[in-house]
Nanobody
Framework: VQLQASGGGLVQAGGSLRLSCVAS????????IGWFRQAPGKEREAVSC????????WYDDSVKGRFTISRDNAKNMGYLQMNSLKPEDTAVYHC?????????????????WGQGTLVTVSS
């Protein structure tokens, strides 16, 4: 099983980025997709998740209204559209998958993780 996140980069405050997560070795139809981030010196935190069907989503309060999570099970991919980026969004962003049909933000529920993609937002 492999997860590969991409789409990070350097952007000015107020800008946008779209992160992608491609999965191989499993069918995303059976998994919740989660996006997590870890800033330097801080613990990994949940940003957003989407259940297997895409009908249930969750966002951390810090990103509500700015980030949108989505998925394309036919392509075995997940996405995180990030708008109105702020310097405090700077972090390494990881995608991960958790088996089952319920959206979860518990890190321990996620058994497969991608390497992460760096997002840097300048002020």
């Amino acid at each position: 099983v492999q997860l590969q996140a991409s789409g990070g980069g350097l952007v000015q405050a107020g800008g946008s980025l779209r992160l992608s997560c491609v999965a191989s070795g499993l069918s995303l139809d059976d998994y919740t997709i989660g996006w997590f981030r870890q800033a330097p010196g801080k613990e990994r935190e949940a940003v957003s998740c989407i259940n297997h069907s895409g009908r249930t989503t969750w966002y951390d309060d810090s990103v509500k209204g700015r980030f949108t999570i989505s998925r394309d099970n036919a392509k075995n991919m997940g996405y995180l559209q990030m708008n109105s980026l702020k310097p405090e969004d700077t972090a390494v962003y990881h995608c991960a998958v958790a088996p089952g049909v319920y959206a979860t933000i518990r890190i321990d529920d996620y058994g497969h993780w991608g390497q992460g993609t760096l997002v840097t937002v300048s002020s």
